[in-house]
């Protein structure tokens, strides 16, 4: 399934992560302020949070010039991590295309 990032905020509803508490701002399509790092303290608390939630991770990816956003917690070619209110569907494989993000 391919999503807007709109689309996904209004479907999955990402959380904001509480390490950015700078990044929050009344604009609930800002992308900054869901974002979780890959290393450091960012990463031991999505780890932290994902040992019983695995459905709610996902993960920002570049493949070359090329970026999405994909269900489940990835290690190659990662950028970001996000965590989201609304679990994903296992079976299903998801999109989120930031060529298409306004």
Not at 37 to 65: P, R
Not at 82 to 96: C, D, Q, W
Request: charge should be negative; charged fraction near 30%; include cysteine.
């Amino acid at each position: 399934m391919e999503l807007t990032w709109e689309a996904w905020v209004d479907l999955f509803g990402p959380i904001r992560n509480p390490l950015r508490e700078e990044a929050f701002n009344d604009d609930k399509y800002s992308e900054e302020q869901y974002q979780f790092e890959t290393f450091g303290e960012e990463l031991e608390k999505l780890q932290e949070f994902a040992k019983d939630k695995q459905h709610v991770i996902w993960t920002e990816i570049c493949e070359g010039a090329d970026g999405c956003i994909i269900e489940g917690m990835h290690l190659v070619n990662r950028m970001l991590y996000y965590i989201t209110e609304v679990a994903f569907i296992p079976t299903e494989h998801y999109t989120i295309d930031e060529y298409k993000w306004t």
